[in-house]
């Protein structure tokens, strides 16, 4: 249902809830609250401690402007267990006159610790007579839903209020009775929105209504879709020995132990006629890309060709040169299809693609263009999945392969996601983990300073890049915005204050062949310093860099955070991070930064991602832009899984379930590209 459907939407809330994926009445339903507070008590002052959001009834004793600071009115009021300051930054005058003393008001807020006692600063306030004299309070929990800019959350209940109503009509039962839980899905929204406060126990059937039907509604798609992949053929691949060995001895180094077990799982799926699916997971650092090569050139030892795709440009091009240089003692060509080269360099690549010249093709999104054709397509190898939408993974490995059958897809992330989410998203999918690093690395030492220590760290880099070192220092913004140090201006800076040490300013918007030579002259250590917004963080490879400053670390997320980290620590030099912070921070912002400075295992962090943001974060959903699943902490906990799967059973085996929309309903675009 469309949401003009509903009345009171603009233009305006409909694009801001376009930003959030809401485009439909039912989109709208299954927005789902993230907390809820209790209005429906008041509590006495006595009962409340420091962080609570709480509803209170107090009388104003008090009352006077204070200067200190901001202008502000602050009242002292009580009731008869306590008493608590209130503080208004923005009051009119006949708001002042009607807070007098002697006056009861209801109030909602949090309140927090301060010098003085209990302090709650902009309660929200109604005028009441008496403790005894209180207005109906309501009897559900209020929701708290997450949001965007424009939509503040009294406007998410009234958008509520339009929508519940149609509850039943759009979310008919679609469980069959063998398996439906007694709570139909539209009652159990219903409840998830407007939860009754006095029995929680009714929220939470709710909420496992839904998520059983979520969770249902996703093994089914991942199951369908796995049972047709299954179906289909791959060309086989056989082992190769003398390019294996031929490959080893271009490294240059050594295989870990994990390494060449992954290379053994690979190359076992390769050989079969059936289509491999394989996801190598594995920290920044491990060595994915050498494991790549070592698939790539069992495929072409084939005959057949191999596909890589990065998520950036910068990324695409440094493999292509690392595969180049590894592949040419083995004839195997490499060719690099980006957006950002000419016309000419890209009909070059396109016809490499299409007459099979050249084996392997690297490239970006570029890659899944409709004009882009494989002569023999074999294997499909996709860096830093996470990064990327499904479709555009889908689009790659359904491309026309020229080959018998399927392609092998090979899929490589250094986002670690826990084993329960990862056996319902992915069933089938198969998983390698690369568990160890390559010897004689060490922990990134890594410490945490306020900017105002930013001249001091200029000057340490001053000496040790004298010394012959190299460094990222990495700038969340490019162009000075409300909050953001901007790139440029430290770019600025360093030039200004280290004017012998040759450094230079990379961004996304630079032009491709700007940016290859100045990834080029820090490769090839003319460079010392590279100032960079976070273009650099997924998969750049400079082992001689041993420093990294990120600046504003508070702004990034856990899991960018190690991303950007991973840049430094690839060679056997010791190496260092410094996170750079504008106080005051945040209590998560702390935790980020302290597990940081103390874990350097991905999983490690990534656990400690988990309990500090939940599992949406974890599993970059906010990168990619994808949304996952609604109730992703119930598939974490593992409870409904055996239920879940047991109704599958029973819908598959009836022909006339209604397979198809329930996955539409929880799934909607995605349903396609469930498994992966
Ligand atoms: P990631 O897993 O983050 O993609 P890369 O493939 O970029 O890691 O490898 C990181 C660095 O480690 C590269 O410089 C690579 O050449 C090097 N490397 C990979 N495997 C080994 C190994 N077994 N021994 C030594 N160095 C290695
Ligand atoms: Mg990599």
Do not use: N
Not at 211 to 228: M, P, T, W
Not at 237 to 255: I, K, M, R, T, Y
Not at 287 to 303: E, H, L, R
């Amino acid at each position: 249902m469309k949401l003009d459907a509903l009345r009171g939407i603009g233009p305006r809330t409909r694009e801001a809830l376009g930003r959030l994926g809401i485009d439909s009445v039912e989109s709208l339903l299954l927005h789902l609250p993230m907390r809820y507070e209790d209005r429906t008590r008041v509590r006495p002052l006595g009962d409340i401690a420091p962080g609570d959001s709480a509803r209170f009834c107090v009388r104003i004793d008090d009352s006077r402007v204070g200067f200190g600071g901001r202008r502000s009115l602050l009242l002292r009021a009580s009731d008869a267990s306590g008493s608590v300051g209130l503080r208004l930054f923005h009051f009119r005058r006949e708001q002042q006159e009607r807070l007098r003393v002697g006056s009861w008001w209801l109030c909602w807020g949090e309140v927090r610790e301060s010098r003085w006692g209990l302090e709650c600063v902009h309660p929200q306030m109604q005028a009441v007579a008496g403790p005894e004299t209180l207005p109906p309070l309501g009897d559900t929990l209020t929701p708290v839903y997450p949001s965007t800019a424009g939509l503040p959350q009294s406007r998410w209940q009234k958008l509520l209020d339009a929508a519940l109503p149609r509850a039943a009509e759009l979310f008919p039962e679609l469980l069959p009775a063998a398996v439906a839980p007694p709570l139909a899905a539209a009652a159990a929204l219903a409840q998830v929105h407007r939860p009754p406060a006095s029995a929680p126990e009714v929220l939470e059937h709710a909420r496992d209504r839904l998520a059983f039907e979520e969770l249902l509604a996703q093994r089914l798609a991942v199951r369908r879709s796995r049972a047709k992949l299954q179906t289909r053929s791959a060309p086989r691949c056989p082992e190769d020995a003398a390019s294996a060995a031929a490959l080893e001895a271009a490294f240059g180094f050594a295989l870990t132990g994990a390494q060449r077990r992954v290379i053994g799982e690979i190359r076992a799926d390769l050989a079969r006629p059936q289509p491999m699916l394989r996801l190598v997971q594995g920290d920044v650092g491990c060595g994915k890309t050498a494991v790549a090569a070592a698939a790539a050139a069992q495929v072409t030892a084939a005959g057949l060709q191999v596909a890589l795709m990065a998520p950036t440009e910068i990324l695409a091009r440094q493999h292509a040169a690392t595969l180049a240089q590894w592949f040419a003692p083995l004839g195997v060509s490499v060719a690099l299809l980006v957006g950002g080269d000419g016309a000419a360099a890209r009909r070059a690549a396109l016809q490499a693609a299409a007459s099979g010249e050249a084996a392997v093709v690297v490239g970006t999104q570029a890659l899944f263009q409709e004009q882009v054709e494989f002569a023999a397509l074999g294997l499909v190898i996709v860096d830093e999945q996470h990064r990327f939408g499904v479709g555009q993974r889908l689009a790659l490995r359904d491309k026309r392969s020229g080959a018998d059958g399927a392609a092998h897809q090979l899929i490589m992330t250094a986002t670690p996601i826990p084993r329960t989410l990862a056996q319902t998203l992915y069933t089938d999918l198969d998983i390698s983990p690369i568990d160890e690093l390559p010897p004689g690395r060490s922990p990134v030492e890594t410490v945490a300073l306020p900017q105002s220590r930013r001249a001091k760290v200029i000057e340490r880099l001053h000496v040790v890049c004298a010394q012959g070192r190299q460094a990222y220092w990495v700038c969340p913004a490019l162009a000075e915005s409300e909050h953001a140090t901007a790139a440029e201006d430290i770019a600025a800076l360093l030039r200004e204050q280290l004017p012998e040490l040759p450094s230079a300013l990379l961004h996304g918007q630079l032009p491709a062949a700007d940016k290859r030579a100045l990834i080029d002259d820090f490769r090839g250590g003319a460079l010392s310093i590279l100032v960079a917004t976070t273009v650099i963080e997924v998969g750049l490879d400079v082992p001689a860099a041993s420093i990294i400053i990120i600046d504003e670390a508070e702004r990034l997320g856990l899991a960018q955070l190690h991303q950007l980290r991973g840049r430094v620590g690839r060679g056997r030099e010791q190496s260092y991070c410094v996170l750079l912070y504008k106080p005051p921070l945040s209590a998560t912002a702390q935790s980020r930064l302290d597990a940081l400075c103390t874990l350097h295992d991905g999983f490690a962090l990534a656990e400690k991602d988990l309990e500090l943001r939940g599992p949406g974060e974890l599993l970059g959903t906010a990168q990619s832009g994808e949304q996952r699943l609604r109730f992703e902490s119930a598939l974490l906990d593992g409870r409904l899984l055996g239920a879940v799967e047991q109704a599958a059973d029973v819908m598959l085996a009836e022909p006339a379930a209604p397979v198809p929309a329930l996955i539409r309903r929880w799934l909607g675009e995605r349903a396609e590209y469930a498994s992966v």
